[in-house]
């Protein structure tokens, strides 16, 4: 079973940067795409970004194109996604998650980790 584990949310002043990581175990990562979601209370899960298997290919919701950067690091089973220029509506619990097929559909995705909090306030 894939497992994901995120890491380094927190709170940043609006305008500021955070760089989430997702470490993944369990199966080879070389055989799952994986994507970014967050979830803002009393809102939908929402995908933001997208990786493909090689990481040639990515995607990103137009809330944060141009702004956020994943990439991924297969020999150290981790995903990243940058986070530049934080907007107070990028706030939420992000998840990782892998999936066998490729998108930004949350029904895409098989595994999940269990989140970790961003919060963008001044």
């Known amino acids: 079973q894939l497992q994901l584990v995120e890491s380094g949310g927190g709170l940043v002043q609006p305008g500021g940067s955070l760089r989430l990581s997702c470490v993944i175990s369990?199966?080879?990562?070389?055989?799952?795409?994986i994507g970014w979601f967050r979830q803002a209370p009393g809102k939908e899960r929402e995908g933001i970004s997208c990786i493909s298997r090689s990481g040639d290919i990515s995607d990103y919701a137009d809330s944060v194109k141009g702004r956020f950067t994943v990439s991924r690091d297969n020999a150290k089973s981790t995903v990243y996604l940058q986070m530049n220029s934080l907007k107070t509506e990028d706030a939420g619990v992000y998840y990782c998650?892998?999936?066998?097929?490729?998108?930004?559909?949350?029904?895409?995705?098989?595994?999940w980790g269990l989140g970790t909090q961003v919060t963008v306030s001044s």
């Open positions: 998650a892998g999936g066998g097929d490729y998108g930004l559909d949350y029904g895409l995705y098989d595994y």
């Open positions: 369990g199966f080879n990562m070389d055989f799952w795409t």
